[in-house]
């Protein structure tokens, strides 16, 4: 069989390696930074993510899932943070053995690395690094950063899982009728820590995602195995409180004891975190297409890069390894109508997750902690309890595999039917459940 390229060994590449020597072929990953499996990156800093249901069916169909769920620490709900100290736990499902689960991603990304290079087909080659690709030939131009050697690769099939920044599409933007667009949030992010309490275990509840909403802001945390949380703090680049205008310890001090000081006891390194660890930016990547003939294809943050707050990012990137392994399997061999139907099976369901993650923006930072917000989510956990036939916008998107664009297209009824459900309405028992089940067939057509 021949072999392929992937070009980035993170988290969409490592799996798909998996996949791809699972059904014989022999594997090359080119990956830019250093063997973290070898050398400490991110500056040791744990940093974790959120992995639900599609990217636990891509693990599982790899073969990957339990290995990967050891790793996982289950988070049944958000927990709120509100400016007067106290905390409200709001459950993600009615359904308790739905849950979401924080696990840090240079232990899952060892961890899918070991497994693909134990599957003796395939290699991974460090610190080489992209410069671009040659559409014409298939021909990659590759750097090792170590050496300064400049080599190619041939022009074999490639998988490019090089990240939002992707340098093969890059190039790829250069080609005729190649749409692209990048929108970059006003807000910026900075991971932050909460360490374990002394002589081990959780300062806050475990089994948690923390929020602390705050408007134009808000900060979160997600725990990590060794009982420490890592926190990530969604910012302005630019205004009155952000981080332009936070340049000296006490006026962050000044700021994060006002904003949330019940954070503030358990973050000891905080100002020291605050200026030492690096201001990311968010980005939302659309292009299209996403495969030149049979030569090349983009896989993950490459061609859909998503805003963090529906945790998704990742679980999408696996979703495509899951759709493009199923492609291979029912187009044997032919890789044009491989890359064709994988790039239009999964184009629409992108950018629905695309959106939906700007949207969650708002609701997360803002009206998690509003009146009517909680009210419409016991309405919406009512529903689902006493009939087959609702299902929230996040039961759909976290807890199925039901594609994200008609999650996003099924979440717009939603809206219409908690509209009418609720009317003239103030508690949940008073519902009458004929006339909802009546008012969410008429909306769903
Ligand atoms: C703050 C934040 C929080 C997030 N939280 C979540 C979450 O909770 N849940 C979730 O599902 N998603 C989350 N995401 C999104 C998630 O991180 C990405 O969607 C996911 O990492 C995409 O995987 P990928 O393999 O496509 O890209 P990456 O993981 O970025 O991997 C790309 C790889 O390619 C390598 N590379 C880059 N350029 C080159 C080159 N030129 N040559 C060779 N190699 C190269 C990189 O070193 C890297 O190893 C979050 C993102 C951010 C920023």
Request: hydrophobic share 40%; aromatic share 10%.
């Given at each position: 069989?021949?072999?392929?390229?992937?070009?980035?060994?993170?988290?969409?590449?490592?799996?798909?390696?998996?996949?791809?020597?699972?059904?014989?072929?022999?594997?090359?990953?080119?990956?830019?930074?250093?063997?973290?499996?070898?050398?400490?990156?991110?500056?040791?800093?744990?940093?974790?993510?959120?992995?639900?249901?599609?990217?636990?069916?891509?693990?599982?169909?790899?073969?990957?899932?339990?290995?990967?769920?050891?790793?996982?620490?289950?988070?049944?709900?958000?927990?709120?943070?509100?400016?007067?100290?106290?905390?409200?736990?709001?459950?993600?499902?009615?359904?308790?053995?739905?849950?979401?689960?924080?696990?840090?991603?240079?232990?899952?990304?060892?961890?899918?690395?070991?497994?693909?290079?134990?599957?003796?087909?395939?290699?991974?080659?460090?610190?080489?690094?992209?410069?671009?690709?040659?559409?014409?030939?298939?021909?990659?131009?590759?750097?090792n950063t170590e050496t300064g050697e400049k080599f190619k690769l041939d022009g074999e099939t490639t998988i490019a899982a090089d990240g939002a920044f992707s340098a093969v599409r890059y190039d790829m933007q250069k080609t005729e009728r190649f749409n692209f667009s990048q929108d970059f949030l006003t807000h910026g992010y900075k991971e932050l820590e909460i360490p374990s309490a002394k002589g081990g275990g959780f300062q806050m509840e475990k089994n948690a995602l923390h929020i602390w909403p705050r408007d134009e802001y808000m900060m979160i945390a997600l725990p990590n195995l060794d009982g420490s949380f890592t926190c990530t703090l969604f910012f302005p680049f630019d205004g009155e409180d952000s981080f332009n205008s936070m340049q000296?310890?006490?006026?962050?001090?000044?700021?994060?004891?006002?904003?949330?000081?019940?954070?503030?006891?358990?973050?000891?390194?905080?100002?020291?975190?605050?200026?030492?660890?690096?201001?990311?930016?968010?980005?939302?990547?659309?292009?299209?297409?996403?495969?030149?003939?049979?030569?090349?294809?983009?896989?993950?943050?490459?061609?859909?890069?998503?805003?963090?707050?529906?945790?998704?990012?990742?679980?999408?990137?696996?979703?495509?390894?899951?759709?493009?392994?199923?492609?291979?399997?029912?187009?044997?061999?032919?890789?044009?109508?491989?890359?064709?139907?994988?790039?239009?099976?999964?184009?629409?369901?992108?950018?629905?997750?695309?959106?939906?993650?700007?949207?969650?923006?708002?609701?997360?930072?803002?009206?998690?902690?509003?009146?009517?917000?909680?009210?419409?989510?016991?309405?919406?956990?009512?529903?689902?309890?006493?009939?087959?036939?609702?299902?929230?916008?996040?039961?759909?998107?976290?807890?199925?595999?039901?594609?994200?664009?008609?999650?996003?297209?099924?979440?717009?009824?939603?809206?219409?039917?908690?509209?009418?459900?609720?009317?003239?309405?103030?508690?949940?028992?008073?519902?009458?459940?004929?006339?909802?089940?009546?008012?969410?067939?008429?909306?769903?057509?």
């Open positions: 069989m021949k072999h392929i390229n992937i070009i980035g060994g993170g988290l969409a590449g490592s799996l798909m390696a998996v996949l791809l020597a699972q059904k014989g072929y022999q594997v090359r990953v080119y990956e830019r930074r250093p063997d973290m499996r070898k050398v400490q990156l991110d500056g040791g800093r744990s940093i974790n993510l959120a992995l639900s249901v599609r990217g636990i069916h891509a693990l599982e169909e790899a073969g990957l899932k339990e290995e990967v769920m050891e790793l996982a620490i289950p988070m049944p709900g958000r927990m709120i943070h509100h400016r007067d100290g106290s905390l409200e736990f709001q459950p993600y499902s009615n359904d308790p053995s739905n849950y979401i689960n924080s696990v840090s991603r240079a232990e899952l990304n060892k961890r899918l690395m070991t497994r693909s290079e134990n599957l003796a087909k395939v290699d991974y080659f460090f610190n080489c690094r992209c410069l671009g690709m040659d559409f014409e030939t298939g021909e990659a131009e590759m750097l000296t310890k006490d006026q962050v001090k000044a700021f994060f004891d006002k904003q949330f000081p019940d954070a503030v006891a358990m973050m000891p390194t905080l100002l020291d975190d605050y200026f030492e660890n690096p201001t990311g930016s968010l980005v939302t990547v659309r292009c299209f297409p996403w495969a030149y003939q049979d030569k090349v294809a983009l896989m993950g943050d490459a061609c859909h890069a998503v805003v963090p707050f529906f945790g998704q990012g990742m679980n999408a990137a696996f979703e495509d390894c899951s759709e493009l392994s199923k492609c291979i399997d029912e187009n044997k061999g032919d890789w044009a109508k491989i890359f064709d139907q994988y790039q239009h099976a999964r184009k629409a369901n992108s950018d629905a997750i695309a959106d939906m993650a700007i949207e969650n923006y708002t609701e997360m930072r803002d009206h998690v902690n509003d009146a009517e917000f909680v009210f419409q989510k016991q309405v919406e956990h009512h529903l689902e309890n006493h009939t087959d036939s609702y299902k929230s916008r996040y039961e759909m998107v976290s807890f199925s595999r039901i594609p994200y664009a008609e999650a996003y297209r099924r979440g717009k009824l939603n809206k219409e039917i908690l509209k009418k459900i609720t009317a003239g309405i103030e508690k949940v028992e008073e519902i009458d459940m004929a006339k909802a089940e009546k008012i969410i067939k008429e909306v769903m057509g």
